[in-house]
């Protein structure tokens, strides 16, 4: 059975990912701070894996407790590293926080992957890293433009620093530059547990929906598309995590062209904020109230992906469609409020 340690692997598609691996026969050793997820996802993930969780409560950022996992855990054959803050409002104030922290944890990461000669890596990339692209959809090969925040900085970096790794040790590489998961898992016991700080924008409609917010804030109506807000390309959740499965299947059975690939992981197809709002209300029968605000920093106008190549080369495709995305996701907001998880982050 192949070993695999995944970073980051009780945050919301580290999550996913694990139970994907563990469905599909690997045997995962999961590093996690638990400081911006719940310690509920240790549990809920050996209740549908039906395997209780090698897990490490451990900080990235200190190099000698990360160095101890990896010794404990014998041989590796593979790195799944998620272990990141990634809120994009957050970085805009506050972005040298984020090069401490996802820098920093990358850092140590590609150092004990050196060390004990791991020979394959799966970063956690992200469609941020194209900026405003001057075309649409984006491919692996469209030029990246200047960051729009921190958090988008950082994926841009990490993905220098793992080319450098892949040119100086025996490691092959894969970047996953996936879009805008959303969702959660068929069981409803694993999904996006923001923290403050995040504003993604499905987990704020659910809010909305159920009460917990007066509305849902939408930043900005006059951007150049089709109804003024921005457009994403909406994936979902289990979708995202399987793109990691076949990656790591594709590396071990030396199906790479290169040490140093990179695959986009999103559905082709973007949709608007306002049209994201009408799916849910659809899909679920429940009103959005919204209000509209001002633009807020670090927000590109839209991106959607060209996601051929992985496709081709690895045999992914997405399989969830938009309504069955937006169902999970209000699934999973029923769990948080039946079992009193909204306001985790205020409790002591």
Known sequence: ???????????????HTVVDLIEHGFEVVVIDSLERTHPIFVENIAKITGKKLNFHQVNLCNLEATKEVFKKSGPIDGVIHFAAYKAVAESTRE??????????????????IAQFNIPN???????????????????????????????????QIGE???????????????????????????????????????????PYICK????EIPYLSIFGTDYPTRDGTCIR???????????????????????????????????????????MVDAFEKANGRKVPIKENPRRPGDV????????????????????????????????????SDNDLMNIYQKP
Not at 166 to 185: C, D, T, W
Not at 235 to 261: R, W
Not at 320 to 327: A, F, Q
């Open 208 to 211: 909305a929906a159920v009460g």
């Open 160 to 202: 220098i620093m793992s080319l450098d790794m892949s040119k100086q040790f025996e490691v092959n590489n894969i970047m996953l530059r996936y879009f805008n998961p959303i969702g959660a898992h068929k069981s409803g016991l694993i999904g996006n547990f923001p923290h403050p700080t995040d504003n993604a924008l499905v």
């Open 233 to 275: 390309d909406y994936i979902h959740v289990s979708d995202i995590a399987h793109a990691h499965t076949l990656a790591l299947q594709y590396l071990q059975a030396e199906k790479n062209d290169s040490k140093y690939e990179i695959f986009n992981v999103g559905t082709g197809r973007g949709s608007s904020v306002k049209e």
């Open 95 to 112: 972005p040298f926080k984020y090069y401490r922290n996802n820098i920093g944890s990358l850092t140590n990461v590609l150092d004990c």
């Open 121 to 155: 890596f799966v970063f956690s990339s992200s469609c941020s890293v194209y900026g405003n692209a001057k075309e649409q959809p984006v491919t692996e090969q469209t030029p990246m433009q200047e960051a729009e925040c921190a958090y988008a900085a950082t994926k």
């Open 1 to 15: 059975m192949s070993k695999i340690l995944v970073t980051g692997g009780c945050g919301y598609i580290g999550s």
């Open 301 to 336: 106008d839209q991106i959607f992906a060209d996601y051929s190549h992985a496709k081709n080369k690895i045999g992914w495709e997405p399989k969830l469609n938009l309504v069955e995305m937006m169902r999970s996701a209000w699934q999973w907001q029923q769990y948080i």
